[in-house]
Antibody, heavy 117, light 111 residues
């Protein structure tokens, strides 16, 4: 059964780069689903879609974040990752990875990232 | 302000029913894009509750149902239980923004 687990730093300094990884277990990342997604939730706010990657490598991003975000797949480690540059306090959030298969049907538990000096 | 509009909160007593609306536009729900619904319980990851407008994943009780019409969608919960308390989100694709959008979320309180 497919499972997802996010990992990455708990604290990132303003203006630095945030890098998160989602480890896929149970299936190959290239056959995990139609799209692999990143979603976040800032404290006290709702869910915000960040972007996704198709196993074939095509990516889509939230236009509000597109200039700062990269999503990639590492088949050797069965992971996909999120990189966000020039972070600010507004990027403080609970970050989730998820699989999109007619809706986001499998989610990781989430990882909290705080942007602070 | 979310592209998909949901009421901030709804409430009901155990056993009662509630409905959560999700109002969109002709760029998302009204354009024919599918609506998905998620349940987000405190301290847990969101859970897919309804997919493609009205379908329940395996394991989701039939107390949860949803529909879509025009530029809106709605989620109905019958036989409210204490464990239903949490946040509920609708989701659809918006072709003008070229982004998956979530509703602002609705907090369900079971009285």
């Amino acid at each position: 059964q497919l499972q997802l687990q996010e990992s990455g730093p708990v604290v990132v300094k303003p203006s630095e780069t945030l890098s998160l990884t989602c480890t896929v277990s149970g299936v190959s990342v290239t056959s995990a689903g139609n799209h692999l997604e990143w979603i976040r939730q800032a404290p006290g706010k709702g869910l915000e879609w960040i972007g996704n990657i198709h196993p074939g490598g095509r990516t889509s991003f939230n236009p509000s974040l597109k200039s700062r975000v990269t999503i990639s797949v590492d088949t050797s480690s069965n992971q996909f990752s999120l990189t966000m540059t020039s972070v600010t306090a507004t990027d403080t959030a609970l970050y989730y990875c998820a699989r999109n298969s007619s809706g986001l049907d499998i989610w990781g538990p989430g990882t909290m990232v705080t942007v602070s000096s | 302000q979310s592209v998909l509009t949901q009421p901030p909160s709804v409430s009901g007593a155990p056993g009662q029913s509630v409905t959560i609306s999700c109002t969109g536009t002709t760029s998302n729900i009204g354009a024919g894009y599918n609506v998905h619904w998620y349940q987000h319980l405190p301290g847990r990851a969101p859970k897919l509750l309804i997919y493609i407008n009205h379908n329940r994943p395996s394991g989701v009780p039939d107390r949860f149902s949803a529909s879509k019409s025009g530029t809106s969608a709605s989620l109905a919960i019958t036989g409210l239980q204490a464990e239903d308390e949490g946040d509920y989100y609708c989701q659809a694709y918006d072709r003008s923004l070229t982004v998956w959008v979530f509703g602002g979320g609705t907090k369900l309180t079971v009285l």
